[in-house]
């Protein structure tokens, strides 16, 4: 799993320090601080919920979705290697995590976030309409007012280290290694 870190600025810092993830299954909906699937779909950390109380909705509620060989498939479910993104192409291991869906940001802790997640989010929610809801007109002003009011709200996962691979580590410095001895500078 890579998180990047302006999308969820509370990820773990150090390897094995606990998290927040922000993110949702697409077309997840927050209603009254509890979730129900509009639509199944894929683990996404740059995923956003749709407005509560618009649009249609599936009936039944669920944890997750089926996987490719019809395995239901959360992030609470199994153990996850997390990578964090530091900067730009800059990457940590910080160990394997359970992650524990919480209930959604609420208005005043998406206020408290930095500005560069809530743009990032911002945008992200307008790509994801667009992207899903092909008649939808709305606009960023009216998302970022959206998420202001707790018309919009980001689901939050807390993560628990439950161990550090080393040889996942050694492995991916080792690949690191060779790969970058392998390139030549010209």
Same mark, same amino acid.
Do not use: H
């Given at each position: ?14 390897? !094995? ?10 077309? *997840? +909906? ?10 199944? !779909? ?15 909705? *599936? ?18 479910? *199994?153990?996850?290697? +997390?990578? +964090? ?9 910080? !160990? ?41 007109? +709305? ?10 009011? !707790? ?36």
């Amino acid at each position: 799993m890579l998180i990047n870190s302006l999308a969820s600025p509370y990820a773990p810092q150090e390897p !094995g320090t606990c998290g927040l993830f922000f993110g949702v299954e697409k077309e *997840r +909906v927050a209603i009254n601080n509890e979730t129900e699937i509009v639509d199944e !779909g894929e683990l996404d950390g740059g995923g956003v919920v749709r407005p509560r109380g618009r649009g249609k909705r *599936r009936a039944t509620r669920q944890t997750g979705k089926r996987g490719r060989r019809g395995k239901l498939m959360t992030p609470g479910n *199994r153990l996850m290697k +997390v990578l +964090v993104r530091i900067k730009v192409n800059e990457w940590k291991y910080m !160990g394997q995590y359970k992650l524990e869906r919480q209930r959604p940001l609420s208005v005043v802790e998406w206020r408290t976030l930095p500005r560069d997640t809530q743009t990032f989010w911002i945008n992200r929610t307008l790509e994801m309409l667009v992207r899903t809801q092909k008649n939808m007109k +709305v606009t960023l002003r009216e998302i970022d007012c959206g998420f202001a009011t !707790g018309d919009y709200a980001l689901m939050v996962w807390g993560m628990v280290c439950q161990g550090y691979d080393l040889a996942f580590q050694q492995d991916l410095a080792e690949k690191l290694c060779r790969d970058s001895t392998d390139a030549t500078v010209p």
